[in-house]
C-alpha cells in the first residue's frame, strides 16, 4: 500500500513541478503557498474520517499530498531566490533547508507526542489546526503587506 500512496503522490506533483513556473508567475509565491497549506489540512482531516479497516481510501487523498508538497517546494523555493541578495541565492537555499529541516524535527516530536498520548485521528487535527494558524497568519501578513505598498 505504502508504494502505491508514493506513486500516486508522485502522479501529481511532476506536472505541478513542471508548470511551477507559470504558476508563480500567474498567482505568486504566497497564493502558491496557501494552496499548499489549504491541500495539506483537507488531506490529513480526511485522514482522520478513514475507517479502520478501509486503509485503501487513502488513495483518494494521497494527490493532495503531491499537491501540498510540490506547492510548498516551489513557492518555497521562490521566496529563498527573491529574498537573498545578488550571488547568495545558494546560501539562501541552505538556510531554507535548515529551517525545513528544523520544521521536519518538530513536527515529527510533536507528532509522535500527540500520537502516542492522543492517538492518530487527534494527532492528524492538532497538526491540520497548527497549519490552518499558519496559514491564516501568513495570509494576514500577505494582506498587511498588500494594503502597506
Wanted: charged share 10%; glycine share 12%.
Amino acid at each position: 500500500m505504502c508504494g502505491l500512496t508514493v506513486a500516486v503522490t508522485v502522479m501529481f506533483e511532476i506536472p505541478i513541478f513542471e508548470y511551477a513556473p507559470l504558476m508563480l508567475q500567474r498567482f505568486g509565491l504566497g497564493p502558491l503557498l496557501q494552496i499548499s497549506a489549504i491541500a495539506y489540512i483537507v488531506r490529513v482531516i480526511g485522514y482522520t474520517f478513514i475507517p479502520q479497516y478501509h486503509p485503501a481510501l487513502v488513495l483518494f487523498l494521497e494527490p493532495l499530498h503531491g499537491v501540498t508538497y510540490a506547492c510548498a517546494t516551489a513557492s518555497s523555493v521562490e521566496f529563498a531566490s527573491q529574498y537573498s541578495p545578488k550571488g547568495y541565492e545558494a546560501s539562501g537555499q541552505g538556510i531554507l533547508s535548515l529551517f525545513g529541516g528544523a520544521g521536519v524535527f518538530i513536527g515529527l516530536l510533536a507528532g509522535g507526542l500527540l500520537g502516542e498520548l492522543f492517538g492518530p485521528r487527534v494527532m492528524y487535527r492538532c497538526l491540520a489546526a497548527n497549519v490552518a494558524f499558519g496559514a491564516a497568519l501568513f495570509g494576514f501578513t500577505q494582506l498587511y503587506k498588500k494594503d502597506n505598498k
